[in-house]
């Protein structure tokens, strides 16, 4: 493990730090951008959820052309050019005082992301050699999950749904993380790693034609969105059930996201050293099975131990997912777009948007009594994907090394 560390470039450490950092940051203010909008700025529910909404929508339909702008433009160049975007985004939610003005600003918090992520998973790729890949693209899991443990902790301390200043805050640590990476521009990519990507610029139609015939990423794309639609509804529909469902709903789903945070941090590892000796699509169907079966056992459980099993499951679930997301990713896409293939894969966002529409739309339609055929219904919905993925992994031949 030591040696592997070693052998990490320097660029790499500072993406995975900085993705720790700017997670805090996101995670102190944008979980509570909603109280803030209705205690802070008397903004309705509803205006308030269709801001919430135009991050999601923003970042699904121009993650295709995030990633391609990455792929034409040095890859640290995007980075530093969305972080210090990212800053002036959150420094003028700091300021912002009119409903249009958080739309807008929500809107570019989503632009920005679709542009710096994948840039951000293309340049750690390039920079790292093959059979390290897994190991740096886990670095980076396990600094989003801490970002989403302490930032919210944060946030609390710091008032974020009753003060603005958390975003001024937000808006430095992304400044100094831009920073951060143009000082390290004087250093060569190449300069440890031997790793060679040609030059050739691909026209926009090209590229979506490159992405249009690749069958088999489109169909694990389509696979990956119903899996991801499962894995939204403990964020959307669970709360909403819990909280209807019983008394102590609210404070049972506290206690389960901490669990599922803290699970997801303690399970990663012996997960990924089983899951690493097989096809990385595998574990994304057997992922997908288990929060499946877990979006049933959501309505099946009545105390807080029963929702505890429950939430575990889930967890290994979302674990087998999303550590092997990005590396199966990797392995697909072509040396010279590999931008464009990991905004691509940001398409799978789309399962964020659907999941809340869909499961409050079934909770309303059958009621808390009914709530079985609700979770059944989304399981079926989820478990969609395990065809789709089960068909491209008779054509996907690599393992990880």
Known sequence: MKTRILQIHPLGWNI?????????????????????????KGVSPTIVGLIIATSSLVGVFTSFFGGYISDIIDKRKTMIISSVLWSVVFFAFFRANSVIAFFILNSLNGLCY?????ASKALLSDITKEENRLQIFNFR??????????????????????????????????????????FQHSISIT???????????????????????DKKFLMILLGVIFSISGYAHLNSTFPQY?????????????????LNAITALLIQYPVINVMK?????????????????SLIFMSLSSNLFQFIITIIIFTIGEVLIFSMLDILTDQIATSKLKSTYFGTMGLSRLGNVIAPSLGGLLLSFFSIENSIYTFS?????????????????????????
């Open 277 to 293: 000796k097989f096809s990385p699509i595998n574990s994304i169907i057997g992922g997908n099975f288990l929060i499946s079966v």
């Open 242 to 258: 819990l909280s209807l469902r019983m008394k102590e709903g609210a404070g049972y789903y506290s206690i389960i996201l901490s």
């Open 141 to 182: 899991y396990t600094a989003i999950n801490l970002g989403v443990v302490i930032g919210p902790i944060l946030g609390l301390y710091l008032g974020s749904g009753e003060t603005s200043y958390p975003f001024l805050i937000t808006s430095i640590i992304y400044l100094l993380y831009g920073i951060s990476l143009s």
């Open 16 to 40: 995975i730090f900085g993705t720790l950092i700017s997670r805090i940051a996101t995670s102190m203010t944008i979980p509570f951008l909603s109280i803030y909008l209705i205690q802070i």
């Open 377 to 401: 219904i989304l399981s079926f919905i989820t478990i969609l994907g395990v065809p789709l993925l089960i068909v491209a992994t008779k054509k996907q031949k690599h393992k990880i090394p």
């Open 114 to 118: 679709s542009i710096f992520e994948p």
């Open 191 to 213: 300069s440890s790693i031997n790793v060679h990507i040609e030059e050739e610029k691909n026209t926009l139609k090209k590229v979506f034609l490159v992405i249009r015939k």
